[in-house]
């Protein structure tokens, strides 16, 4: 199973981007999900979560309000849509999620990260 950032980039301080992850790789069925973020000498912190069925998500306090997650399911996607985008959201932003496997084990998975940079 594979997990695929993408979306991340530069832009300015009240602008928006639209992050994406999606998972391939053959039979598994993905359970919570969520974004994290590390900035340059940070450690990395929860930004959002959202659960398997999409019906409950939780954001970091630092992010409520500007910050949006979802996930479509029949495409094995989740996004993250960032609006007032602030030079401290500024991080590499990394996927993760919990993947149930056919033979009944779940393992925690991580993307490769994405850079967002937001310029001031």
């Known amino acids: 199973v594979q997990l695929v950032e993408s979306g991340g980039g530069l832009v300015q301080a009240g602008g928006s981007l639209r992050l994406s992850c999606a998972a391939s790789?053959?039979?598994?069925?993905?359970?919570?999900m969520a974004w994290y973020r590390q900035a340059p000498g940070k450690e990395r912190e929860l930004v959002a979560t959202i659960t398997s069925g999409g019906g409950s998500t939780h954001y970091a306090d630092s992010v409520k309000g500007r910050f949006t997650i979802s996930r479509d399911n029949a495409k094995n996607t989740m996004y993250l849509q960032m609006n007032s985008l602030k030079p401290e959201d500024t991080a590499v932003y990394y996927c993760?999620?919990?993947?149930?496997?056919?033979?009944?084990?779940?393992?925690?998975?991580w993307g490769q990260g994405t850079q967002v940079t937001v310029s001031s």
């Open positions: 993760n999620a919990d993947i149930l496997r056919s033979w009944g084990k779940t393992y925690d998975y």
């Open positions: 790789g053959s039979t598994f069925s993905i359970l919570a």
